[in-house]
Structures are given as structure tokens and as C-alpha cells.
């Protein structure tokens, strides 16, 4: 007997892919897309779960796609139009049945839905078939003389279903030609439920000047028979988070490198047995020089297979911005860009919240209401960006709306209120943004049930600095907002400035790090005996000795120690160090796993030399120190 | 630049009552009471749309759609006919005469204003 359940995995990774192909193309159906190929997919993704789910024994979940299979089959075969309200089911339909696939995941009753009836009741009216009119429109040359355009007969035919147009005829030759007459023809399909009659009045007027034939095509024909596209949706990724589909050409590169190594290593044994002499050093050192190149290549390709395209996080968004808009009655054109960027997979996941958050938060403080963006002189439908590309071994992700803008004068009085800034003082640009990022700080009016959850943009920050990234804003007031999210390509990689205090080594991640001075013992001031303040220009930041966070040593004096000046959380810190050492890429060993959590520490790293060095945690530092004062 | 409409009745109810629904619509209208005075205006002026009723005293309709395109302006100018659905004929001389089509009496004013847009799109 064979054990099915090895290959639920692999369904429940499909069936959400499936899903996804089936979001999109709904969405893309809405937008006005209209192609058989896009209901095929549909169709095909669904029929697809039902076969497997029916296979494994999902019961809910075969019977549910199977009805939406046969209404699905209807649209496919054209025996039922594709209204918007048709699409609103469908897409509640994707989202029912991904609860029924996650509950059959987690071996649970799935939550009770009337989804099935309300589908049984959309299939047991059978639609009127939309008929498919065949016009043939031949106006004697005289038509323009009457006064008459055959432009409007089409736009009241247009208003009635779904018209093509073809012109038939002939210009006549540039000598003959008289553009008071009309030398052309028309051939005119129209979809739609319209009555014979209903076309002939729009011909009214021209009914003697014309030759007009009206003849209803059979039904088979009227669909174009389109084969179904068969190559398979490769860009839709799932938020799964045990397993990771990687391309062959990241393997393959993979195994070509391995196999380069193993080479290498056999050269330099080789090398290793017998006597050494200057030739044979030679060639060691370029056999190691040669080591070295395919293990950062290895690194290099490991590191890739954890790249995924940031698509997969983006997919949901053309839904949330499809929902929200119709929910906050907003007309939102959502634009994607730079899909394909890749970036660790571990990033990506934790990533889509914070986004969402934006977008959410773009979508109702910043774009407009219709009415409001007509009286500002702007388009109706607001613009809303979301763009990613990789600079400088980041990646940067802009969420870009052409909005409202910030208000710069609400933000100050909000920050004055709130204790965020002095009473008075108007900071530049860069400060008075950074402020919304602040704890506690909220402009919108009203707390609307989208984004005004409690959940300001401080954890929108938290969360990114937590991934090692950084994110800033720009807005013009009356033109909108970006926002700009800079991401490491990996968690597992940090780059790191070495420093030495006493006879351990450190490394302070460098997106923490503003800058580093040599300490000037008359700058040190000393509150209550036992917190030390620095001197900087125009402030005091707090002195956090390495030593006693560790050790529990003394401290010896300052003079001639560095003070590394470092930031989290927007509050500033200064470690002191003895001496700057490299700045370099180090990989991140948890400490968790092998020793236990430290705080003040975020990870630990082997160095050349074999020894291990602690990565320090800066805003957990200054929490600590927070704490402590 | 506003459509401006020449609106063209014998009876004063009915040239008020389409005056006021196509000002309503936006567009702006000049009428005329019987044929010669609205030659006399379409010969002054160049107009989006000549909407005329077909008796009429001194020049009826067919004979206004007949002499209007012959005017050098009016050659393509859309001519609508106010007729009773009775006047099948009617319709017929008017549309030899060189009527673009018509409007059949009685008509409500949304109907009216529909057509006219259909003809001159937004004012």
C-alpha cells in the first residue's frame, strides 16, 4: 500500500501556485483583459486541484472545485458572459478554496461557508446566451451628404455588446478620390444579449441609404478557437515555508563548481605528496590561489539558490489594492516593476508585511478620493507604484504613490504635541520625515479601519531594521509620497567593521555604524557617577563600554581608545573600542543554536584565523541601555 | 467652444420646450419660427445642428433641408426632423430632401437630448 501522504506536500505547493495563476488571471480578466487564454488558465489551475484533491482524498476540497470547474467551464465555452460580479465570485471562490486547502494542511474542519450555494445558485440560472451578430454595413457613396457619420451607428452599437470592426471596401484611386463620398464598407461583429430589431434602429436613418445585413452566427463559432496555452506559469511562487524550488540552472551551476573543486583538491594532494622545491611552491600557491576563487564561487552559488524573484511577494498585491480600492471607493491603477529582482528567500517572507502595511497606508491616507484628486487637477485614478532593483548589493523596494503628499505642517504640530521635537523647532526635510517613523505618531485624522490599526509606521521600521535594511521616505506635498525600502540581498551575510577591545574582536554591522572619532578625555562628562556621556556637537550620546557589557571588568581609561559612534532605533551610541581592525563580509553563525541567546549580541562568525568573533546587536545595545538609565 | 443649435418650430411651446431642454444639456440654441427666418439665421451663421419641424407656414421643413444644403456651409451639417410616427412619407421627402434622419413626435426631453448627443456628442 502505498502511502499517499508523501505526496501532500507536493500538492499543497501546486494547488497554491494554481491559486495564484488563478488570482492573477481574474485580476487581469477584471482590468478589461478579455482572453479565452486567461479563463483557460483559470480553468486549467482549478481542474488541476480537483484531479489531485480527488486523488488524495480531499473531500471539501474536490467538491468544491468541482462546482467552480463547471461554472468555469461555462465561461470557458463562452456559454456565460464574464460580468465583474462573476469575477467578485470567482475571486471569493480562490479565497475560499485556499481555506479549504490550508484546513486540509493542518488536518481541521474547514470553517462553514454558504460559497457552494450561493455557486449552485449562479449555476441553476441558466444565462441567456450572449448571441454573436454578424453586420454587413454597405452605405451608398451619398451617406456624408445626409449629414450622416457611421460613427455614431457604431457607438450606439458599441453600447449594446461587445463590437468588432472591420472595413471592408476600397479607397479609389488618389484621382478619383471625394471625400464627399463614402466608398467604404463595413463587416461588424457583435457579442452581446440584443434583439435583431434593437440593431436595425440604430440603422434607422440610413436603413435606405445602405445595404445592411443582419444574421445571427452559430453559437460554436463564435468563440475563436483559441488553443489553450500550454507552457507552464513559471513566475508565480508561493509564501511556502519548508521547501524552496530552485531552477536546474542554479543546480547545474552548482555541480560545475563542486566539480571544479574536487579537481583543485586532488591537484593540490598531488602537490602535497613529495619533496618541495621553488617550481612546485609555485604551483601551490596558484592551486590555492585557484581553492580560494571556487569556494567564494561556491558561496556565491549557494547564497543564489536562495534567491527568489520578489514576485512571489508582490502577487498579492493587485488583490489587497483590488479590495481595499473598492472598499475605500478609490480608483487605484496598481503598477509593478522589477518582479523578476531576486533576493534571499528569508527576506522576501518577512518583507511582504511591512509592504503590505504601505500599501495599505498609501492607499488610504495617501491617494485620494476620485473627487477630491478631479478638484486638485489630477487623473481620477490615483497611481500606486511598486518597483524593485538591486543597487550595490541591496535591494531596494519603492512603494511610490502620486497622492496627497505629507502635510509638513501637521507633521510638526503633531510632533510638538507629542513631545517628539522642541516646542518650535522646524527641522529639515530628512528629520521632519524621519518623525512619522517615531513611536506614537499618527497624522491620520480619523483611525480608519485599514492602516490606523495601531500599527504605525514604527514597526513598518522595526521590522525592515530587524532584516538589516533601512527605510526612508521622500513626499511632495499636492504630488505624493515614496517610499524606499533597502534591503540585504541575505540574512546569512553582513558586512562588518572588525574592532578590537582588550583581546576579543567584534564586529559592529555597518548600516548601524555613522562614524568613528579617537575619544578626547575633556568630551566625557559623567552623570551620578556612573553613566558617561560624550560630547559631540551639539549633543551627548551615551558611552556603552564593551568590556562591562561582556566581561564584567573594569574599564581602563579612555584616552587614546576609539569611540565608534552607532545608531538604532534612531538613538545614537558610542562604543569604545581599542583599535579599528578590517572592514569585511562576514557570515552569520547563529549563537542561539549552538550556545544560548546574549543579549547585546545578534550572532557570532568564524574569522581567517579560526577564532570566533561576536556580531554586536546595536539596537538591542541601546535598548539595554534605555533600560538601564 | 459651445455646439450651438438651430432649433426651427411654428409653435411657441414646442420651440420653448426644446430651446429649454437642449440649453439644459449645454448647448446653446437659436430658433426660428418658419423657414425663412431660419434661412435668414443660417445664412448669417454657421450652426452644429439644424433641428426643424416639418409644417410650418411661409417655408415648411422640406423645403428649409432643400435650400439649407444648398448653402455652402451646410453641406454636411447634420438637418434632425420633428415628424409624427404617422408621416411615413413625410419622413421619406424629408430624407430626399437631404435630412440626416429624425426625431419622432411626441418625444420626451431625455429622448430628444440622447439623440442630439448621439449625433454631436458631449456639447
Known amino acids: 500500500m502505498i502511502d499517499l501522504a508523501q505526496f501532500h506536500q507536493t500538492f499543497f505547493e501546486e494547488s497554491f501556485e494554481g ?58 465555452e463562452r456559454q456565460r458572459a464574464i460580468t465583474p460580479e462573476l469575477i467578485n465570485l470567482l475571486l471569493e471562490s480562490v479565497d475560499r478554496l485556499r481555506t479549504l486547502l490550508r484546513s486540509a494542511q493542518d488536518g481541521q474542519e474547514p470553517p462553514s461557508s454558504t460559497l457552494s450555494q450561493r455557486l449552485e445558485a449562479v449555476l441553476s440560472r441558466t444565462e441567456s446566451v450572449p448571441r454573436c451578430w454578424q453586420i454587413v454595413f454597405a452605405p451608398e457613396s451619398h451617406l456624408f451628404q445626409t449629414g450622416n457619420d457611421p460613427a455614431w451607428i457604431f457607438k450606439a452599437l458599441a453600447d449594446m455588446g461587445r463590437l468588432t470592426l472591420h472595413v471592408a471596401g476600397e479607397l479609389p484611386a488618389w484621382a478619383d478620390f471625394n471625400p464627399d463620398h463614402c466608398t467604404l464598407r463595413w463587416e461588424l461583429t457583435l457579442e452581446g444579449d440584443v434583439e435583431e430589431a434593437a440593431i436595425r434602429q440604430a440603422f434607422e436613418w440610413v436603413e435606405d441609404d445602405c445595404r445592411l445585413e443582419v444574421t445571427q452566427r452559430e453559437q460554436g463559432a463564435a468563440a475563436p478557437a483559441a488553443a489553450p496555452a500550454a507552457e507552464e506559469d513559471r513566475r508565480s511562487w508561493t509564501g511556502l515555508e519548508t521547501t524552496l524550488r530552485v531552477g536546474t540552472d542554479k543546480v547545474d551551476a552548482l ?32 592551486g590555492l590561489a585557484q581553492l580560494e576563487r571556487h569556494t567564494r564561487e561556491l558561496q556565491e552559488s549557494v547564497m543564489r539558490i536562495r534567491m527568489v524573484p520578489i514576485s512571489a511577494c508582490f502577487q498579492r498585491f493587485p488583490r489587497l489594492v483590488h479590495d481595499l480600492s473598492h472598499r475605500l471607493g478609490k480608483q487605484v491603477e496598481l503598477r509593478l516593476s522589477g518582479e523578476q529582482t531576486e533576493l534571499d528567500k528569508t527576506v522576501m517572507e518577512r518583507i511582504g508585511d511591512p509592504l503590505v502595511h504601505l500599501v495599505r497606508n498609501a492607499l488610504d491616507h495617501g491617494l485620494e478620493a476620485p473627487a477630491d484628486r478631479r478638484s486638485a487637477g489630477k487623473t481620477e485614478t490615483g497611481l500606486l507604484e511598486l518597483h524593485a532593483y538591486h543597487k550595490g548589493g541591496h535591494i531596494v523596494i519603492e512603494v511610490r504613490d502620486d497622492g496627497k503628499g505629507l502635510n509638513r505642517e501637521r507633521i510638526l504640530q503633531r510632533a510638538w504635541s507629542r513631545g517628539l521635537l522642541p516646542e518650535g523647532e522646524v527641522p529639515g526635510d530628512e528629520k521632519l520625515y524621519d518623525l512619522v517613523f517615531q513611536p506614537g505618531f499618527s497624522t491620520a485624522e480619523a483611525l480608519s479601519d485599514l492602516s490606523g490599526r495601531g500599527v504605525g509606521l514604527d514597526v513598518v521600521r522595526r521590522n525592515i531594521k530587524e532584516l538589516g535594511g533601512q527605510v526612508a521616505l521622500t513626499s511632495t506635498e499636492g504630488k505624493g509620497t515614496t517610499f524606499s525600502i533597502r534591503l540585504p540581498l541575505t540574512l546569512a551575510i553582513v558586512d562588518g567593521q572588525l574592532v578590537r577591545v582588550g583581546d576579543s574582536t567584534y564586529i559592529i554591522p555597518l548600516v548601524s555604524m555613522i562614524e568613528s572619532l579617537r575619544i578626547r578625555p575633556d568630551n566625557v562628562r559623567t552623570l551620578t557617577g556612573q553613566t558617561e556621556l560624550y560630547s559631540m556637537i551639539g549633543e551627548y550620546i551615551p558611552i556603552v563600554r564593551l568590556e562591562r557589557l561582556f566581561d564584567g571588568q573594569e574599564g581602563g581609561q579612555l584616552g587614546g581608545s576609539m569611540l565608534v559612534v552607532v545608531e538604532g532605533d534612531g538613538c545614537k551610541a558610542g562604543l569604545v573600542v581599542d583599535e579599528l581592525e578590517a572592514q569585511q563580509q562576514v557570515v552569520i553563525k547563529s549563537l542561539e543554536t549552538n550556545y544560548g541567546r546574549v543579549a547585546g549580541v545578534s550572532g557570532a562568525t568564524i574569522l581567517g584565523d579560526g577564532t570566533v568573533a561576536l556580531i554586536l546587536d546595536v539596537p538591542g545595545i541601546i535598548e539595554g541601555l534605555a533600560c538601564a538609565a | 467652444m459651445t455646439k450651438e443649435i438651430l432649433a426651427v418650430d411654428d409653435s411657441g411651446s414646442m420651440r420653448e420646450m426644446v430651446s429649454f431642454t437642449l440649453k439644459s444639456g449645454g448647448f446653446n440654441v437659436v430658433s426660428a419660427c418658419d423657414g425663412v427666418e431660419a434661412m435668414k439665421i443660417a445664412r448669417s451663421r454657421a450652426v452644429s445642428l439644424v433641428l426643424t419641424d416639418l409644417n410650418m407656414p411661409n417655408m415648411d421643413g422640406i423645403s428649409l433641408i432643400k435650400e439649407l444644403r444648398g448653402l455652402p456651409g451646410y453641406k454636411f451639417t447634420p438637418i434632425l426632423m420633428l415628424t409624427t410616427e404617422s408621416a411615413a412619407d413625410r419622413k421619406q421627402q424629408g430624407k430626399e430632401a437631404g435630412a440626416t434622419g429624425w426625431v419622432v413626435k411626441p418625444f420626451n426631453p431625455d429622448q430628444l437630448l440622447a439623440t442630439i448627443k448621439k449625433v454631436l456628442g458631449a456639447p
Open chain 1, 255 to 286: 555541480i560545475n563548481i563542486v566539480g571544479e573543486l574536487v579537481i583543485t583538491q586532488s591537484m593540490l594532494v598531488q602537490l602535497g605528496n613529495g619533496d618541495m622545491d621553488s617550481a612546485r611552491l609555485i604551483r601551490l600557491r596558484d
Open chain 1, 19 to 76: 491559486l495564484a495563476v488563478m488570482e492573477s488571471n481574474l485580476l487581469e480578466l477584471e482590468a478589461g483583459q478579455d482572453s479565452l487564454d486567461l479563463v483557460h488558465g483559470v480553468f486549467r489551475a482549478a481542474h488541476s486541484i480537483k484531479g489531485a484533491a480527488a486523488t488524495l482524498g480531499f473531500n471539501a476540497v474536490t467538491e468544491f472545485t468541482n462546482l467552480l470547474e463547471t461554472l468555469l467551464d461555462q465561461l470557458r
